[in-house]
């Protein structure tokens, strides 16, 4: 009896923990950072410190926090990604759909320094 009481609260506390791990990440809305829009043909903004930057990808940190990676072919990158650098202040001209946690499903048009 002892064992399938304790084999019952194992279980439960088991659920209990991995409930908590399936959250969704937050996605942002337009106030001048990340937008996430329904439509992949309309264009959105985020605006932030450019992290990191290769020739494929780079790193865009949001005023909370928050980092976005952006991909794109390399034989075609973004209007004004070649005139920043890391560390600075960038406006991110895009569209599709970003999220800290998935890849980015989109395509970047410009990058601009603010």
Do not use: Q, R, W
Not at 35 to 60: C, P, W, Y
Request: charged share 25%; with cysteine.
């Amino acid at each position: 009896m002892k064992k399938t009481l304790m084999l019952l609260a194992c279980t439960a506390l088991l659920a209990a923990s991995l409930t908590a791990c399936g959250s969704k990440p937050a996605e942002n809305t337009d106030t001048g950072s990340a937008s996430s829009s329904d439509s992949a043909s309309a264009e959105s903004k985020l605006s932030g410190t450019l992290d990191e930057k290769k020739d494929f990808m780079f790193v865009v940190t949001d005023e909370h926090g928050a980092a976005y990676e952006f991909t794109f072919d390399a034989s075609a990158k973004p209007e004004g990604l070649d005139d920043v650098s890391e560390g600075d202040s960038v406006t991110v001209t895009y569209k599709g759909t970003i999220s800290e946690a998935d890849p980015f499903d989109g395509t970047v048009i410009s990058v601009e320094k603010d």
